[in-house]
T-cell receptor, first 112, second 118 residues
């Protein structure tokens, strides 16, 4: 039972344009969401998070949007840069619980 | 920032042998560490929660006798894959929270260990 789903295994975007990565979840108890970035042969690194009391959180080029009614979140990267090429995982948690549930990841490729 | 170090990064072993993977928090104390496993093109799956000074908590379907976890100090957790089989070949990643009392404190991950069992 995949509670967190990233339906696009890959995404290719031109440098300088906007990258939009999507994530859907099924468990309505989730109230905290995170995005991680992963390069090959490395562990994931934390990128940005959002609590369910918000619908948007911005940090530099990265913005996460949360639509609770649709159980959907997205990560926007603008402008996209070649160094953004990586696998992006969304993760969800219930605050107060230790466990994160991850999506399958989306491989983002930024083309020069 | 907080760093989690994992060793070794790669290991190849023969079927039937045991492999130990170490996870260290380098500049913070981690009373709890988490062990994840990732199969190719799949998500990170939590295997177990390692608790300093007490027994690990295993997720459903994870064999505790096969994946031995020891959390002997506030900065070190080890995962031992016992009697490894080819189907245990995977990418194992540990993680820890810098501020364990804050559930919204992000997890910091080690760089992972690629285990190949021949």
């Amino acid at each position: 039972d995949q509670q967190v789903k990233q339906n696009s295994p890959s995404l290719s975007v031109q440098e300088g344009r906007i990258s939009i990565l999507n994530c859907d979840y099924t468990n309505s108890m989730f109230d905290y969401f995170l995005w991680y970035k992963k390069y090959p042969a490395e562990g994931p690194t934390f990128l940005i998070s959002i609590s369910s009391i918000k619908d948007k959180n911005e940090d530099g080029r990265f913005t996460v949007f949360l639509n609770k009614s649709a159980k959907h979140l997205s990560l926007h990267i603008v402008p996209s840069q070649p160094g953004d090429s990586a696998v992006y995982f969304c993760a969800a948690a219930i605050q107060g619980a230790q466990k994160l549930v991850f999506g399958q990841g989306t491989r983002l490729t930024i083309n020069p | 920032g907080a760093v989690v170090s994992q060793h070794p990064s790669r290991v190849i072993c023969k079927s039937g042998t045991s492999v130990k993977i170490e996870c260290r928090s380098l500049d913070f104390q981690a009373t709890t560490m988490f062990w994840y496993r990732q199969f190719p093109k799949q998500s990170l799956m939590l295997m177990a929660t390692s608790n300093e000074g007490s027994k690990a908590t295993y997720e459903q379907g994870v064999e505790k006798d096969k994946f031995l976890i020891n959390h002997a100090s506030l900065t070190l957790s080890t995962l031992t894959v016992t009697s490894a089989h080819p189907e245990d070949s995977s990418f194992y990643i540990c993680s820890a929270r810098e501020y364990p009392g804050l559930s919204n404190s992000p997890l910091h991950f080690g760089n992972g260990t690629r285990l190949t069992v021949t």
